[in-house]
């Protein structure tokens, strides 16, 4: 593999080459030289494209493909190849799947499947067996086969002693624990945020202190025990002050936030689509601006798509009874680009890699080449022409973005969309 890059403005605040326009020669897998306009010495192939920019390769902390057992959604080969084209080199694989991914065999199963794509894919493996929140799951077995995290997908965990053991049983082998937030007593059968849209439209409501309450606990559980503990896709204004709050004090917690939640509002449901219908649901737009406030001041760590294939079946039905979830690789990149600036985009789009212990370089010479080529100009409406995804239960269709997506360059290959 021989490639040259050229005329690609580089940002990547570590890198040393950052908001510089250069030429990039990668040769098997590595980035051999970075200038202007270098020779082409080695035949290589040469790759130049429109307002071509560069990053380190994003990584995207929550994404569900279904297989195994839901190929009907998602395979895991269509899956990595839509990262691919969306902007992704690496993607945490959550545990949804059927069987549920709760032991070493169904890791080793994944990571099988996964081998040799340009997208390299990280599994999280289920908190509990099944992820019924009953008994404790595999954990160190799984984390020798490879898992990154362990968590239960949009399932919060009501059994607070078993929170805390598995938050002091990881530390042995500096395990990272996920723990959604939801108190399923107070959702109760909650389909959409509590509050002035779902009170007219007529749907149960889903108030945010179902969210706020748990993550309240689960940070005073982690001040007991130490260790690490990963909060995903928060969702509301206090959420983003109680894990400032808990930063403040020294313990050892990271968030996420989903695109949807800083793009979207609850507004959406007015037409009783069930595009709309996640988990947590859409909130306010009070709640949108603080998390973007949020991820403005640090607070929220990394941004993810929580991509989530659902089949047709199961979305095109009454709002009560859909499922939750949308998905979001191939819009997540244009859609926050019409919320954020650049370089916030790309740095909680990368950020993520630390706190799951994924290998990390910036953009320079002799590290591995680990790229995301984009262009940040142009606007666009996102269409089902721009899904990659099996299923197109997508919350972003007739939405206006911004940039675009090339590819990537990872693991000794190129992937343009």
């Known amino acids: 593999m021989k490639i040259i890059i050229r005329g690609a403005k580089i940002i990547d605040s570590k890198s040393p080459f950052h908001n510089k326009t250069l030429d990039i020669l990668i040769v098997d897998g590595f980035i051999k030289k970075i200038g202007a306009s270098l020779p082409n010495s080695e ?8 307002n071509l920019h560069v990053s380190q390769g994003w990584f995207d902390s929550s994404v ?12 895991i080969e269509n899956g990595l190849n839509t990262a691919s084209k969306s902007g992704f080199t690496a993607i945490a694989l ?24 340009a997208t390299q894919l990280f599994p999280i493996g289920a908190l509990t067996k099944e992820s019924q929140g009953n008994d404790m799951a595999e954990l160190y077995d799984m984390k020798k ?9 949009n399932k919060s965990l009501d059994n607070a002693n078993l929170l805390k053991i598995a938050l002091q049983y990881v530390q042995d082998f500096d395990g990272l624990v996920i723990a959604f937030a939801q108190d399923d007593k107070i959702k109760g059968n909650g389909v959409a945020n509590e509050g002035i849209v779902s009170t007219r439209l007529g749907l149960k409501g889903i108030p945010n202190l179902a969210e706020e309450l748990q993550i309240a606990r689960n940070l005073f559980l982690l001040e007991y025990t130490g260790g690490k503990l990963h909060i995903p896709t928060i969702s509301t204004a206090k959420s983003v002050q109680l894990i400032k709050d808990a930063k403040d004090k020294g313990l050892n917690v990271t968030c996420s936030v989903a695109v949807h939640h800083l793009v979207l509002t609850d507004a959406t449901l007015e037409e009783f689509d069930t595009r709309y219908k996640v988990s947590p649901p859409l909130r306010t737009e009070t709640d949108r601006k603080a998390l973007l406030k949020g991820i403005k001041d640090g607070t929220i760590d990394m941004i ?9 079946e199961h979305k095109k039905m009454e709002f009560d009874t859909a499922k939750n979830g949308t998905i979001g690789m191939e819009s997540a990149f244009g859609a926050l680009m019409t919320v954020l600036p650049l ?3 790309i740095e909680k789009l990368t ?6 212990g994924i290998e990390s370089d910036p953009i320079a010479e002799g590290v591995k080449a680990n790229i995301t080529l984009f262009n940040p100009e142009g606007k666009s409406i996102f ?15 007739g939405l206006e973005i911004k940039g675009k997506v090339y590819g990537i360059v990872n693991q000794k290959k190129i992937i343009l969309a």
């Open 43 to 50: 035949n290589a192939e040469e790759i130049k494209l429109d």
């Open 383 to 397: 269409t089902k022409s721009n899904i990659f995804s099996k299923s197109k239960n997508s919350a972003f269709l």
């Open 145 to 153: 086969a490879g898992a990154v995290a362990f968590g239960d997908y």
């Open 343 to 345: 370089e916030t985009i």
């Open 64 to 75: 569900s493909l279904g297989e195994p057992g839901y190929e009907d959604r998602e395979t």
């Open 304 to 312: 993810t798509s929580d991509h989530n294939p659902i089949d047709i």
């Open 94 to 117: 959550q545990p949804n799947s059927f069987p549920i991914i709760d032991n070493q065999s169904q890791v080793n199963f994944v990571l099988n499947k996964a081998h040799e794509f």
């Open 351 to 356: 950020a993520g890699k630390s706190t799951f």
